[in-house]
């Protein structure tokens, strides 16, 4: 089984920027597609972005192209998650995910993930 663990969220204000990263134990991981989605109260949990392990090609939801960016580096089995410009409408518990395989175009599908982190909380006050 894959764990992983995220790490760096905290408290931002509006306007600022916060950097995510999501560690995996327990094995390697390079050609797994990697994911965050994000949990805001009483809201279902929502893709943010996914990055492919062959070709590490991108992929966001269209709210948030332009904003946040997503990174792996494989030799460390990490995933990262930039955030900038946030808003308070960011504030939420951010989940990060791995798969067995690449699911085109359905990556934004939480079923199609089958590790998943605890959560970092992220506010972003006004």
């Known amino acids: 089984q894959v764990q992983l663990v995220e790490s760096g969220g905290g408290l931002v204000q509006a306007g600022g920027s916060l950097r995510l990263s999501c560690a995996a134990s327990?094995?390697?991981?390079?050609?797994?597609?990697l994911a965050w989605f994000r949990q805001a109260p009483g809201k279902e949990r929502e893709f943010v972005a996914a990055i492919r392990g062959s070709s590490g090609s991108t992929y966001y939801a269209d709210s948030l192209k332009g904003r946040f960016t997503i990174s792996r580096d494989n030799a460390k089995n990490t995933v990262y998650l930039q955030m900038i410009s946030l808003k308070p409408e960011d504030t939420a518990v951010y989940y990060c995910?791995?798969?067995?395989?690449?699911?085109?175009?359905?990556?934004?599908?939480?079923?199609?993930?089958?590790?998943w982190g605890q959560g970092t909380q992220v506010t972003v006050s006004s």
């Open positions: 995910a791995a798969g067995r395989f690449w699911y085109y175009p359905d990556y934004d599908r939480r079923s199609r993930y089958d590790y």
């Open positions: 327990g094995r390697t991981f390079s050609s797994y597609p």
